[in-house]
């Protein structure tokens, strides 16, 4: 949006993170979406690496292994997060949690402004223990940016998503929500 583009002339990078290893997974099409949806000036990247990280072992953590180094590397830089995750028996899905214990610890991420996107308006155990998690970790959830976008289960691609006013409108807004929190840092959630 050139809003956006004329406030802040450089590049905004949000990295964007799914709770789901699932190949047709809604949330990662989801993220997908974003990527096309993404505004003039702000640049989406997915993290894939959630599958090559080691359990987390604090006995490592002082000297992670590359996957984990990379991870903190790459949040680090970034000008915000987006997260969307599945619901798994009331709680947030193992894979997804040993990433954000990797990130425990990493000082470098205090006060990031995270979207915290639920694509699921059943899914609220999930939702909220994710919310809890992310403010204990120091990350600034930013509600404007956390809304829900009920695509779980549908089957819907990421280009019928970008296409949807539905769906890209609210997506939209959360990312732009977003990239606004990261250059308002004093502004509460
Ligand atoms: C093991 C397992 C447990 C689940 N538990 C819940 C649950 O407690 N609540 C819920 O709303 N959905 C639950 N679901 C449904 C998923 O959250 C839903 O299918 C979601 O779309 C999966 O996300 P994905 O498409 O990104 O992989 C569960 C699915 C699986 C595979």
Redesign the pocket.
């Known amino acids: 949006m050139g809003f956006i583009h004329e406030l802040h002339p450089r590049m905004k990078t949000l990295i964007a993170l799914s709770g ?1 290893l ?1 190949r047709d ?4 099409t989801l993220l997908r979406a974003a990527i096309a949806l993404a505004p003039t000036g702000v640049r989406i990247v997915l993290y894939e690496g959630t599958d090559r990280l080691p359990f987390f072992n604090p006995d490592i953590e002082a000297d992670p292994p590359p996957a984990a180094r990379e991870l903190r590397a790459l949040l680090s830089a970034a000008d915000g997060i987006i997260v969307a995750s ?5 709680g947030v899905p193992g894979a997804f949690k040993n990433m954000l214990d990797w990130l425990v610890g990493c000082a470098e991420l205090s006060g990031k402004p995270v979207a915290l996107i639920n ?2 308006a ?2 609220v155990h999930a939702q909220a223990a994710l919310a809890e998690i992310l403010a204990t970790m120091g990350w600034r959830v930013i509600d404007a940016a956390s809304p829900v976008i009920a695509v ?2 549908r089957g819907f691609d990421h280009a019928h998503m970008a296409a949807d006013p539905a769906l890209a409108g609210p997506l939209l807004a959360a990312i732009e929500a977003l990239v606004q929190a990261s250059v308002e840092p004093g502004v509460p959630s």
């Open positions: 789901s699932r997974s809604a949330n990662t599945p619901e798994y028996a009331h694509t699921s059943r899914a779980a289960n």
